[in-house]
């Protein structure tokens, strides 16, 4: 126990660690395992099959969290190219990077097109944790969030049947029919168990509060098992059950995303340094050639060929186009994925998983502190957009009402505005202006000034209207009405 709480504490001071340099938490976590191995303290763990059962539960809990905390409205806009990237974007991915594990770096057709559709997810946790401190467009932001929500499930088939020992792989058409079948029933059970659990726990009072997180988390998992007792997706039934429960006004709701959170935090933090401990450092310098070959074409090619082709008619600049290239953030899901070939006795398994550490490893170490930089190279930043903050309050339950965030930008051209002239809709009113490190509750005439953060209080039915209406007057000024400009 002391020992497992130590580790805690010091995953938990890694977070804070990474958080400052912009670097996906997950590299402590796996440097944490390998300084506990059988090259460090002599931890010796390499039960494969034990680490993909813990694995996958624990993915389980990371989708959960992100489908509870993903908004609706921000992901919406997204949905469409999302769907396109999580398949027809996973498919032209599996195809490069096999044919270059084949050609280049020597594996058999099996393995190497393992090698493509392990590599081909992005992760959700990598993802969020980077993603969601960039000020990016809602569409942009949510194309990226609900792709790394959806390609889990369409590559946990694929790897799964290529990994059976069952005789040989199926057709090609054998192989589509089953994808459909398992990403169609899969949907369904998570958009029926979602709605379904929402509305019972709006009308069922329970005894305490802290029941609801739990209710919540355990209706997500329900429908991963679920959907797995029908040979679906369990991974796409998860995620979307999470994300209906996370969208619908539950009692309890920020409670319940804080509940989840901290779950998932544990999740990955158990997760990444078991998969370090199941890494053997001896074998990884023999896999970094090999490794950089098929992350350096996994980064540089197969990503931005992908995006390419499934963008196509959707309106996407290439200014977007190439910030959706870089930011296909692996992480978790390659790992635990790899372990899948080992436990079904692939030849060639374990070499594998040492290069797909690897390719984990490195690039994340290379995109994620640059991210940021390109999405400013790419001009794809927003400032001034209203950001949600998660506050337990009884009064705001009762009032239906958000409290959001909104930090206004040197250029804004809300600076100069008096409150009054913003002219928010009934429901919605700014309750403090923070300006230098002092707060203050603004009055009618008051200005507002480049630099001031403002929190606003806004009922649902409100929210949207208040939010285009802050939009436009940054984007033209207190006249934007006159020049035509509705906040969209």
Not at 149 to 169: K, R, Y
Not at 223 to 238: E, K
Not at 357 to 368: A, E, P, R, Y
């Amino acid at each position: 126990m002391l020992s497992g709480a130590a580790l805690v504490i010091v995953s938990i001071v890694a977070v804070r660690l990474s958080y400052r340099i912009g670097l996906p938490s997950l590299l402590a976590y796996l440097g944490l395992g390998l300084l506990l191995g059988e090259s460090g303290f002599g931890i010796r763990f390499d039960n494969a099959e034990l680490a993909q059962t813990l694995g996958l539960a624990a993915l389980v809990v990371i989708l959960t969290e992100g489908g509870l905390t993903t908004n609706w409205k921000d992901v919406r806009p997204g949905i469409p190219v999302a769907l396109s990237l999580a398949t027809i974007g996973t498919a032209v991915s599996v195809v490069v990077v096999a044919l270059t594990g084949h050609y280049l770096i020597g594996f058999d057709w099996r393995l190497a097109f393992l090698l493509g559709a392990v590599l081909a997810p992005t992760d959700s946790a990598a993802v969020f944790s980077v993603l969601r401190r960039l000020p990016l467009p809602r569409r942009l932001a949510g194309s990226l969030e609900a792709e790394s929500g959806f390609n889990d499930a369409p590559v946990v088939i694929i790897v799964v049947m290529l990994s059976s020992g069952h005789g040989h792989p199926p057709g090609l058409w054998s192989l589509l029919a089953i994808l459909l079948y398992e990403l169609v029933v899969g949907a369904v059970v998570g958009l029926v168990i979602g709605p379904l659990g929402a509305y019972a726990l709006r009308r069922v009072a329970l005894p305490a509060s802290g029941l609801y997180p739990i209710a919540v988390l355990s209706l997500a998992l329900g429908s991963y098992g679920a959907a797995t007792l029908l040979h679906a997706s369990g991974f796409l039934a998860c995620y979307l059950c999470a994300l209906a429960l996370g969208n619908a006004r539950l009692p309890h709701r920020p409670a319940t995303r804080g509940f989840a959170e901290g779950l998932a935090w544990l999740s990955q933090i158990g997760l990444f340094v078991m998969l370090g401990l199941l890494a053997s450092p001896s074998e990884l310098p023999v896999q970094v050639l090999p490794g950089l070959i098929a992350g350096f074409v996994l980064v540089l090619l197969a990503r931005p060929l992908s995006v390419l082709i499934s963008t196509l008619g959707f309106g996407i600049s290439w200014r977007e186009k190439a910030f959706l290239s870089w930011a296909g953030l692996r992480g978790a899901v390659p790992i635990v994925l790899a372990t899948v070939p080992m436990t079904n006795a692939v030849p060639g398994a374990q070499r594998m998983f040492a290069l797909v550490f690897v390719v984990v490893v490195v690039f994340t170490l290379l995109q994620g502190p640059t991210l940021p930089v390109f999405a400013r190279l790419c001009g794809v930043t927003v400032d001034g957009e209203p950001r949600e903050l998660q506050v337990e309050a009884a009064p705001l339950e009762e009032l239906d009402a958000d409290l959001l965030e909104v930090r206004v930008p040197p250029d804004s051209q809300l600076s100069g505005v008096e409150i009054f002239e913003l002219r928010l809709p009934t429901g919605a009113s700014i309750t403090l202006i923070v300006r230098d490190g002092q707060s203050f509750v603004p009055g009618p005439t008051d200005e507002i000034r480049g630099g001031d953060v403002l929190l606003v209080v806004a009922t649902a039915a409100a929210r949207d209207e208040a939010e285009r209406r802050l939009r436009a007057i940054s984007r033209r000024g207190k006249l934007a009405g006159w020049f035509g400009e509705t906040g969209e």
